[in-house]
Each structure stands twice: as C-alpha cells, then as structure tokens.
C-alpha cells in the first residue's frame, strides 16, 4: 500500500480516525501496563519502610 502524500498516509483512505485511535488506545494501555505497576511497586516500599519505622519505635 502506498501513499501520494502524508496526509494521504494520516488520513488512510477515510480510515485514519479509526486507525490512529486503534493506536492511541494501544499506547494507553502500554504505558498503563508499565506505569501501574512501577507506582504500586513504590506505595509497596513505603508502606513497608512506614511498617518497620512504626515496629522500631515500639
């Protein structure tokens, strides 16, 4: 499949909005799949390290 232009290329034959939706959906929950857990990784931690403070001080 070829283009004549680049606009051609984002429009996709009437088909862009679709296609490029597909694809910012798909990003979306890429970047979800790696930034949930990194933030869940972190709350984790800080919750142990307030745990162990709070078993220290008693």
């Known amino acids: ?7 051609d290329f984002i429009a996709m034959g009437t088909h862009g909005p679709y296609v490029w939706s597909c694809y910012a959906i798909s990003l979306a ?13 972190r709350r984790y931690l800080q919750d142990e390290a307030r745990r162990l403070r709070r078993e220290e001080s008693q």
């Open 1 to 7: 499949m070829s283009f004549a232009s680049f606009s």
């Open 29 to 41: 929950v890429l970047g979800l799949n790696v930034a949930l857990p990194m933030f869940a990784r």
